[in-house]
């Protein structure tokens, strides 16, 4: 399989929406949060990532299809570091084939630093995923606090991993 990481551009940026209504239902699972009234979930900070510098828009491809996205930005929730992984979303068709592990990857080469990722304690694939990925990419020097100052909307207390990127030679 073929694996793409492509810049959003801003009039693609109603793909990424639609996209996110399906990354936020998903998500629910976790979070017991309802629509709203239009029957959205909504991504506040969508528009701001074409008009705020520091955030970055991807699309994640497999075969030249859209698989997912991924947005990168340095406003950061659980403390100083260069970068937060701000939403990650891989589609069910297209997770455990790499994808994910290849997004990671160019992501943390095109912005090397010190990188903060959240995510849900219920959401043990995601955990998994983010854990593995963080040992590889830190050579094992990452850390995990779990921060109840940044609950979700089901009271539980976020995972936050903490790492700086290292290179990582291809196998």
Known sequence: MNFELTPIKEYEKEILRNLMEKYDYEFTQYTHEDVNPLGLYGYSWLD???????RWAFFLKA???LAGFALVNNY??????????????????????????????????????S?????????????????????????????????????????????VLFFETVKVVAT
């Open 63 to 65: 075969d030249g299809n």
């Open 76 to 113: 950061l929730e659980a403390g100083k570091t260069d970068y937060n992984m701000a939403e990650f979303f891989v589609m069910y068709k297209y997770r455990r084939c790499g994808l994910g592990s290849f997004a990671a990857a160019r992501l943390f080469g095109l912005f090397p630093g």
């Open 48 to 54: 701001a990532y074409w008009r705020d510098p520091g």
């Open 115 to 159: 990188w903060q990722i959240k995510y849900h304690p219920k959401n043990v694939p995601s955990a998994e995923f983010w854990n593995r990925i963080a040992e590889k990419h830190s050579q094992g020097g990452y850390r995990r606090e779990e921060r109840p100052d940044l609950a979700y909307p089901d009271g539980s207390a976020a995972q």
